[in-house]
DNA sequence: GTGATATAGATGCCACGGCATATACTGTAG
DNA sequence: CTACAGTATATGCCGTGGCATCTATATCAC
């Protein structure tokens, strides 16, 4: 085994390529689930999961987090508001802005959909990967957004 | 250290989670300056990439490599040859399919944008993981693709 | 206070992908 | 040859995101 300092550098492009690949069919087939048992998307079920953390959190700090445009943020608020799973409140510090609230039924979706969501991401990941491996890019994919959101790279305009 | 089978299974959530949100930071980042410098974005440069790995393959060919639907992909190859960078020529093994090939636009644009792309790339991706660590999550991803286009998972339907 | 600038986010237009469907062709059974 | 099931992909409708823009509000300089 060489030692860390002289292992040959990978190319970044096939570990893009890799990462993209795995992205969109573990998103495809979380989707999938979601929909037919919960009628949502993995999205939908992102937002909601990171109200439930982050109760009274603003629009512009869910497209921070998603890295998504706050146009797109506020439109996907919308539609979990007509679905009565989030509630605007007034903001009392800054009347332009709202706070972000789970209402008692967004509460039980995501509660729900979160099972259906663990299920199957850990039924994916722990089929394909051991615990080392697993370990390894868990913890290399955590430095990395680390370094890209600290240096904000890649945030959309609008 | 713990030895390879007893240490604690990372949570699969926060894997997928750290996952997507260096996935699209990665990928924004890689549109922005493959769009200013080509006028391009990063899924055209794939598909123009794959052509140039694999020409004369299908419509169904690029939509299986990418996991997307057969319709966008037919769609995306619409727009390449509005630009005059891929041919659609007939097939003679099969009249209901295309062959796709680059022309020499096509292969110029390819071998530009791929600078570019290499540059900002390796850049992004060594910034952020030393080699051990990205060597790492280059052969987990390599392993989790493996599986996940073996086992047919997150393929659209269209 | 008043005006200039900055910020939060809602909205409109456009591009793009999913899915359903339509169209054209292929292969197979008789 | 004919009918029919299967396949390749092109197309239409819809939902969603990016970006530009608009409005309301906040902040700052004076």
Redesign the interface.
């Known amino acids: 085994m060489a030692s ?2 002289r ?24 989707n ?1 689930r979601l929909r037919e048992r919960h009628g949502i998307v993995t999205s939908q079920y ?1 937002f909601l999961r990171h109200l439930r953390e982050h109760p009274g959190c603003r629009v512009a700090d869910l497209a921070a987090e ?3 445009g706050i146009g797109a943020t506020s439109k996907g608020i919308d539609r979990l508001e007509r679905h009565g799973w989030v509630a605007r409140q007034p903001n009392p510090a800054d009347r332009r802005s709202s706070l972000l609230v789970l209402t008692d039924d967004g509460v039980r979706m995501v509660d729900a959909a979160e099972r259906t ?2 299920e199957r ?2 039924e ?26 600290r240096d904000q ?4 305009t609008g």
Chains 1, 2 share one sequence.
């Open positions: 860390i300092s292992g040959s550098a990978p190319d970044p492009r096939l570990l893009f390529a890799d990462l993209v690949r795995c992205e969109t069919r573990l998103y495809n087939a979380l999938e992102e998603f890295a998504i969501f663990t991401v850990t994916l990941i722990e089929g394909a990967l051991d615990r080392t491996r697993a370990a390894a890019v868990a913890e290399a994919l955590a430095l990395l957004r680390t370094a890209l959101e790279i890649g945030m959309p």
